[in-house]
């Protein structure tokens, strides 16, 4: 990957491959999960330490069958093992399961694939009843053998009691020096234990990854899962292949378009006759019916109400609670702030940590000043009230009922109810000033020519006398 990440933490659909591996696993009925950490093994247990397993640390990589050595003590005789394996994220639950079904005291599971180009994979070989004999490794393979198309995966079920015997026979006598867990086949067919081998719907679901190419592949191959899916339960996708779902949807409903480059990150839920604009951002929010999100968003952690308009270029940074039929407009950010019904703020406002009552108008330019540089203070706007372009609103401090504030304020104190609160500097116009205007020199330098403004005084320019 030359990262110094280790391969398992590089992320599809921002999860862990690893992640991905084991949210499968942890599907299975009676289920104890090893994971076996090599390379990195600080930074993986670090990393996913909220995972339900038992954690064991291989501190030699001395192959796959040494791997699985590791947890050999931890493993009863009655039990089913299922080995998996933490870069190989696609594998899906139903493949799984398939394959456990095969398993008993006289069979052992094996997943394989069949591929155009099998380099790099361990070839299935097998008699002439189309009984699988033993795995035989790339490295190890000779040229008729490694023309065979059918691979192994890695990826197998069997009984405890077996799978101890045969790891304790395990030899590194080979190009490698490496323990192989595929020597376990040549084993079982020798104790006359039947293989039996099962495919995944799709080569996909057991390809690993090695390098970037790989995983932005598998990346794809995820997304698109996720756009068919979600077409498949109704949802109008305008180019399902620009179209990322990176984490779930609790609550889906009907008649949902969603534009080109919308990405849905964690747990969201998306109400009825909603419509996404392109280039929108959501996370773990909530949308309800009839919500119209125009292009270039970013929704985080927010509640939208029903029959709410956001956007274009709005922002509803975490803890944003619009209730129904809000209008929150282009360039506009909201932070910290519930704001009721009927109201809108519709151009080029900041609003934070402030609560704003229902059917109040908020004109552009307005911000809550709500931060000193140590502690955060919360405004108050109280339903009917109407904002004036180009308010400063300097919190603690309360918008009365029906109050309306003058364009241009900055407002420091409470304003009563059903009156017109405004702050402005004095304007004056001075006869007789000249615009600045540059004349040429004779050094060749441009120079400014003007006359001085007068001082000014307690920020109004003083008038001349």
């Keep these: 990957m030359r990262s110094e990440l280790p391969k398992v933490l590089h992320q599809i659909a921002s999860r862990a491959l690893l992640r991905h591996v084991y949210d499968t696993a942890k599907h299975l009925e009676n289920n104890d999960i090893k994971i076996v950490v090599g390379h990195g093994a600080e930074l993986v247990t670090e990393a996913l330490q909220d995972l339900d397993v038992g954690w064991v640390e291989q501190k030699q990589q001395l192959g796959t069958g040494h791997a699985v050595q590791q947890v050999s003590d931890q493993i009863a005789d009655a039990d089913t093992v299922l080995i998996l394996y933490g870069d190989v994220p696609l594998l899906k639950l139903s493949t799984v399961r398939l394959l456990i079904s095969n398993v008993n005291d006289q069979s052992l599971a094996l997943l394989t694939v069949n591929l155009a180009n099998p ?43 077996q799978l101890k015997k045969w790891l304790s026979q395990l030899s590194n006598s080979n190009i490698q020096g490496e323990y192989y867990l595929t020597d376990v086949i040549e084993m079982a067919v020798a104790d006359q234990i039947s293989i039996v081998t099962s495919q995944p719907e799709t080569e996909d679901e057991v390809l690993g990854v090695n390098n970037r190419i790989q995983l932005s592949h598998l990346e794809r191959v995820y997304q ?56 929108t951002n959501i996370k773990n929010s909530i949308i309800g019916d009839n919500v119209e999100i125009l292009a270039n ?8 109400g029903q029959g709410c308009r956001i956007g274009p270029f709005a922002r509803l940074r975490p803890e944003s609670v619009l209730a129904n039929a809000v209008h929150i ?88 109810e059903n009156q017109l609160t405004l702050s402005r500097a ?13 004349r040429h020199c004779t050094d060749g330098e441009d120079k400014v020519m003007s006359e001085p403004l007068p001082r000014a005084t307690s920020g109004i320019i003083a008038e001349e006398k």
């Design 119 to 161: 380099s790099g994979y361990g070839r299935i070989i097998r008699n002439a009843s189309g009984q699988v004999t033993k795995i035989v490794e790339e490295k190890d393979a000779s040229s008729s053998e490694k023309l065979i198309n059918e691979v192994n995966t890695g990826i197998m079920a069997v009984q405890g009691k």
């Design 224 to 279: 698109l899962e996720q756009a068919t899916s979600l077409m498949e339960q109704g949802v109008t996708l305008k180019d399902p292949v620009r179209f990322d779902q990176r984490g779930s949807i609790e609550s889906l409903g009907q008649d949902i378009e969603i534009d080109i480059n919308v990405i849905l990150e964690g747990l969201n839920s998306i109400g009825n006759n909603v419509k996404i604009g392109a280039n």
């Design 297 to 304: 968003c970013i929704i985080e952690d927010a509640v939208i």
């Design 329 to 416: 407009g282009n360039f506009v950010e909201i932070k910290k702030s519930s704001v009721a019904s009927g109201s809108k703020i519709n151009h080029l406002s900041y609003i934070g940590d402030t609560t704003v009552g229902s059917k109040v108008n908020i004109g552009a330019g307005t911000i809550t000043c709500n931060y000193d540089g140590v502690n955060k203070f919360r405004t108050i706007i109280e339903d009917g009230a109407f904002i004036g372009s180009n308010s400063q609103l300097v919190a603690p401090v309360t918008i009365g009922k029906n109050a309306t504030i003058g364009a241009g304020s900055t407002i420091t104190k409470d304003s009563p």
């Design 426 to 438: 004095k304007q004056v116009s001075l006869a007789g000033w000249q615009r600045p205007v540059k």
